[in-house]
């Protein structure tokens, strides 16, 4: 019912979110710089996920992003869009201590992955 009132702006609301940390933060930093008081430390936007299969999930920051709203409803709602974005793995210094443990699954999971490989490459080399 949602999606035929509003089409796809919901969707693409979510996407932009991620650029931004919450208007409530924003909203309370601003109250507190007008009271005097200085915020040394610059709010994060939301820690985002790139989720490619179980086995590659990495923090990520996104770094751009573009929507064309191709079609629209008669209402102006937009039903088909482009999306064009680009993310930034994010590593271990860039990340809080929850960032941390998913880079670090992840990175696990990568060696993992490696060494498997190089088993497979010694087993064909035997076969030479």
């Not at 999606?3 to 979510?14: D, K």
């Not at 179980?54 to 920051?61: E, F, I, L, M, S």
Request: aromatic share 6%; with cysteine.
């Amino acid at each position: 019912m949602i999606a035929l009132a509003t089409g796809i702006y919901p969707t693409l609301s979510a996407l932009e979110l991620m650029l931004y940390p919450p208007s409530a933060t924003v909203i309370a930093n601003t109250v507190a710089e007008l009271i005097g008081t200085v915020e040394i430390i610059p709010v994060e936007a939301p820690m985002t996920l790139f989720v490619w299969g179980a086995q590659r999930v990495v923090p990520v920051r996104l770094t751009s992003l573009s929507i064309t709203e191709e079609a629209h409803d008669q209402l102006l709602n937009p039903i088909r869009a482009k999306v064009d974005l680009s993310l930034a793995v994010l590593s271990y210094q860039d990340l809080s201590i929850v960032g941390r443990v998913f880079f670090l699954a992840h990175h696990i999971l990568k060696e993992v992955m490696a060494t498997t490989n190089i088993s497979t490459v010694c087993r064909t080399l035997e076969r030479v």
